[in-house]
């Protein structure tokens, strides 16, 4: 069973930038789509960003142009480098992974926490 752990969170004043890592235990990482959810207090979970095996990008409208996406199959590591962060960033970031296309994202880490200050 793949496990993946997030790091890279943390305090940030508005306009700074953080990157969080996604690593993965397992052999089958580089046929995985990878995903960046977060959860923000009081709201639902929504998908932040998604890379498919093949580099096919997604980005919620939120956060176009600011956040980046990458996966670097060689370290089983999967990246979401934030850029101007806004206040309402502030979530708790979660990675995943979905095995196979039409596949539900069902492998997922722990959660990192990203605050950003105004």
């Known amino acids: 069973q793949v496990q993946l752990v997030e790091s890279g969170g943390g305090l940030v004043q508005a306009g700074g930038s953080l990157r969080l890592a996604c690593a993965a235990s397992?052999?089958?990482?580089?046929?995985?789509?990878m995903g960046w959810f977060r959860r923000a207090p009081g709201k639902q979970r929504e998908l932040v960003a998604r890379?498919?095996?093949?580099?096919?990008?997604y980005y919620v409208d939120s956060v176009k142009g600011r956040f980046t996406i990458s996966r670097d199959n060689a370290k089983n590591t999967a990246y979401l480098q934030m850029n101007s962060l806004k206040p309402e960033d502030t979530a708790i970031y979660y990675c995943a992974a979905r095995p196979a296309p039409g596949d539900p994202f069902n492998i997922w880490g722990q959660g990192t926490q990203v605050t950003v200050s105004s």
């Open positions: 890379i498919t095996s093949g580099g096919t990008l």
């Open positions: 397992g052999r089958t990482f580089s046929t995985y789509t």
